[in-house]
């Protein structure tokens, strides 16, 4: 077995890294630009960490904070 190349993330921690809920989720990890599972296990699927970081680095856009006055 080969080794892993990285820490990986499951369904709840891409939820959390996305900062969306598990309908939207799923809807992101249909894009074509969405990075491929790294493995697809029985009953979960794992994504690298690094792939996920950059696939948001490059196509999520930065939220604004709560806090910002918006008048």
Do not use: K
């Not at 709840?12 to 630009?33: A, D, F, K």
């Not at 969405?34 to 994504?47: C, D, K, N, S």
Request: net charge neutral.
């Amino acid at each position: 077995m080969s080794e892993v190349p990285g820490p990986l993330v499951g369904p709840h921690e891409l939820q959390e890294m996305l900062g969306v809920g598990r309908s939207r989720m799923r809807q992101l990890i249909r894009y074509p630009t969405f990075p491929a599972p790294f493995q697809r296990l029985h009953g979960t699927t794992v994504w690298l960490r690094s792939d996920i970081e950059a696939w948001i680095s490059r196509y999520r856009q930065p939220r604004p904070d709560s806090d910002d006055d918006q008048s």
